[in-house]
């Protein structure tokens, strides 16, 4: 029985049998007790599934990884300790020196820096294209050794919607897998496994935790890609791994299981990036609430967006759920139901008038964070990019007067109070 995506955000992963805890029990634990070794050699073969060390899995984990698994659609998944880990392990699980990323430009600043900076130290090399190029630029990016293509369904802060089909079939074109951080949309929104994504990551620290109190990540594989039908490019997946007995992933565990078990059993043994299964437990908290609170984080965002609109105080709005919005159209197409509570804006006058503006909130309070029930919002140019000349604000795409407004799950009037008066005190 396939269940709606608002069940599964209650009810998914975690199955209790006869007289077991209803709530996913915290496995507060680092390892188990075997009766024999010989039991224990069959684990550690991957011969018998079972836990032995949580650095490499944990049950708590395991059964919240299922439930963002089932609402993405996938076939394997597993969490890690911030969206960071998830998007390196999904990337470096098929990369390797030598290997190349096409990615979309308006992506997560801190994926940027992994791909462009970090990544590059370990001889992966990038070309980055714009997230509205035609498909021949697209095609343009693609090199013999590009391994992965990767894009945001929705970027933070560029709010720019990911055209998701133009991006999977230039990967199909090339025999490559898709990757798409779906952090802002949330599978509430929009499930890139169903336009042809084919591997899917999240930062859990926004909507799905959505309280501010976990950093976490996690990897959906929608088991969909061949890795045996391009077995030269993907040697990690498809040849015997003698760091780990000689198994080879995708014939032991098939098109539907090897991506995960390799991230877990080569990339999370060797790089230990595991979230405390405490933190599992609280983004699970998050996850059952998650389809009630993106419906007011898309209400109270659509509401901001058209009031500020027509504030003479506001220079510009970014926000595709407004018809004049540049992504209007793709977000009629991937976000149905409405993308996410995030809007950005310019405050008339500039650098020093958005930060004036900044000043005068109440409610609406300054923090780095984004997708949190509270409110809040970042000036980027009096803060996170504060050491750039406007020059260079406006060549990275970050306007100087540049506002990013994560609207929380309280009233829309109150957050439009708070606006109303910061803007009167200008
Ligand atoms: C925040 C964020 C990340 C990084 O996640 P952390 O949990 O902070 O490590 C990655 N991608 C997107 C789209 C994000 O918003």
């Not at 076939?75 to 880990?85: E, F, H, I, V």
Request: hydrophobic share 40%; net charge negative.
């Amino acid at each position: 029985m396939t269940q709606t995506t608002e069940t599964l955000c209650v009810q998914g992963g975690w199955k209790p049998g006869d007289a077991e805890p209803r709530q996913v029990p915290i496995y507060q634990n680092t390892t188990w007790r075997y009766a024999t070794s010989e039991h224990m050699g069959r684990l550690f073969d991957l011969a018998e599934a079972g836990y032995f060390y949580t650095r490499l899995a944990n049950p708590t984990n395991d059964a919240v990884a299922k439930k963002i698994c089932e609402l993405e659609g996938g076939t394997a998944a597993m969490l890690t300790s911030s969206g960071q880990a998830a998007n390196f392990f999904a990337l470096f699980n098929i990369c390797e020196a030598g290997s190349h990323i096409v990615s979309s430009s308006e992506i997560y600043g801190g994926t940027y820096n992994l791909i462009a900076v970090t990544m590059a130290k370990m001889g992966i090399e990038a070309t980055f294209v714009p997230s509205n190029c035609t498909p021949e630029e697209l095609e343009a990016a693609f090199k013999p050794n590009t391994r992965v293509v990767f894009g945001e369904t929705i970027a933070n802060p560029a709010l720019a919607v990911l055209d998701i089909e133009k991006f999977a079939a230039a990967a199909n074109a090339h025999g490559v897998p898709l990757i798409i951080d779906n952090t802002f949309a949330t599978p509430v929104n929009c499930r890139p496994i169903e336009w042809g994504a084919h591997i899917v990551t999240h930062s859990t620290t926004k909507y799905m935790d959505g309280h501010g109190s976990a950093v976490g990540g996690a990897i959906v594989d929608s088991g969909k890609f061949d890795w045996m039908a391009h077995a030269d490019k993907y040697p990690g997946l498809t040849t015997p791994d003698e760091s780990y007995h000689g198994v080879t992933y995708a014939e032991a565990f098939g098109q539907e299981g090897a991506f995960i078990t390799k991230a877990t059993a080569h990339l999370m043994r060797d790089l230990g990036s595991i979230p405390s299964p405490q933190n599992a437990f609280l983004l699970n908290l998050g996850l059952e609430s998650l389809h009630l609170r993106m419906k007011q984080h898309v209400a109270n965002g659509q509401a901001v967006a058209e009031y500020l609109q027509k504030h003479p105080k506001v220079a510009w709005v970014r926000y595709s759920g407004l018809p004049e919005d540049e992504y209007y159209d793709l977000a009629q197409k991937y976000l149905p139901n409405g993308g996410c509570g995030v809007v950005s804006f310019g405050v008339a006058g500039g650098r020093a008038a958005a930060e004036a503006f900044m000043s005068k909130l109440q409610m609406i309070s300054i923090a780095t964070h984004v997708a949190d029930a509270r409110s809040c919002c970042l000036h980027p140019a009096s803060s996170t990019h504060r050491q750039m000349t406007d020059e260079e604000l406006e060549a990275a795409g970050v306007a100087p007067d540049l506002v990013r407004l994560s609207c929380g799950i309280e009233a829309s009037e109150d957050i439009i109070a708070d606006i109303e008066q910061a803007l009167a005190a200008l």
